[in-house]
């Protein structure tokens, strides 16, 4: 039996490849290749387009796929949703589709835009948030370069942005957050109540997590005299309690823990005042909770 698993083509191609190497999926793809091999016999993976994937797992061509929150919402596709990896082209952040328009545009708020047009490649998104807002405007899709369109061609966009730049840069500025959106690890309904698919699923989500959870985690090894430990453990914030062990050194122990990486040039100083010597930090691959 294998696991029929689509991997999202485009922007979170890249990103995507390399959380299957940390979760510890080795993915290899050829120049013109769709079919990217993977080493794990039971997983038979596609390279699919984003936008598509949901639509492929509804239909049970795929049994499982990474893809957006968007696009699911987009597709309206009725799938499960085990499990949330918060990773994009270009961080560890969620993304969003903005309403945006000309720098130069007397729109303020989405009222404005009652008998407008608005261009995007997220059309079901788009109309959903007019209805919300009970606003009547003309949705069409755009097939591309959709920044340049506003205002010349239409009054407003509506695009997908994780830093904002490209909008700046074509001179835009945004009027509202349309929807927030992450990556998710989808199956389809028979799949996930077939017992073995289901299980490999699971694997699969909880090895990515650990993956992604490890990204901004660095573990930290060092050796303490032991009349001073307790001023060391005081300086050290901890997944959990550190772990302590004997040194063959009479009155030293070493203590291993993890902390968020984005602490680390500020306790070590810390620690070394604290009394700790031989201090190692090293890189994580995973963190399963």
Not at 18 to 37: I, T
Not at 53 to 70: N, W
Not at 116 to 132: F, G, M, P, Q
């Amino acid at each position: 039996m294998k696991l029929k698993l689509g991997l999202p083509k485009g922007s979170l191609q890249d990103s995507t490849f390399n959380m299957m190497e940390k979760a510890g999926y080795h993915v290899k793809l050829g120049s013109r290749s769709y079919l990217p091999s993977i080493d794990d016999d039971q997983i038979e993976a596609l390279l699919i387009r984003a936008q598509e994937m949901s639509r492929y797992v509804e239909q049970g061509v795929l049994d499982a796929g990474l893809t957006g929150r968007d696009w699911i919402l987009e597709n309206r596709s009725d799938v499960v949703e085990v499990a949330d990896l918060i990773y994009a082209k270009q961080g560890l952040r969620p993304v969003r589709w903005v309403l945006a328009v000309h720098n130069d545009s007397p729109v303020k708020t989405v009222k404005d835009l009652e008998g407008k047009r608005i261009a995007t490649e997220a059309v079901n998104l788009t109309t959903d948030y007019l209805k919300k807002h009970k606003v009547d405007a003309h949705v069409e899709f755009s097939w591309g370069a959709t920044e340049i369109k506003a205002p010349k061609l239409v009054d407003a966009i509506v695009e997908l942005t994780e830093t904002g730049s490209s909008l700046r840069a074509n001179n835009l500025r945004i009027v509202d957050v349309v929807v927030e959106s992450t990556t998710k690890l989808i199956a389809n309904k028979a799949a996930w109540q077939d017992p073995w698919k289901k299980s490999k699923i699971e694997i699969l989500a909880m090895l990515l997590k650990g993956a992604i959870a490890a990204q901004e985690m660095v573990g930290l090894k060092m050796n303490v005299p032991e009349d001073k430990l307790d001023q060391v453990l005081k300086a050290l914030p901890a997944l959990r309690n550190p772990t302590l062990s004997k040194l063959a050194q009479k009155g030293w122990c070493a203590v291993e823990t993890i902390i968020a990486e984005h602490t680390v040039r500020e306790i070590i100083p810390k620690l070394r005042q604290a009394g700790a010597e031989g201090i190692i930090e090293y890189p994580l691959n995973k963190v399963i909770y």
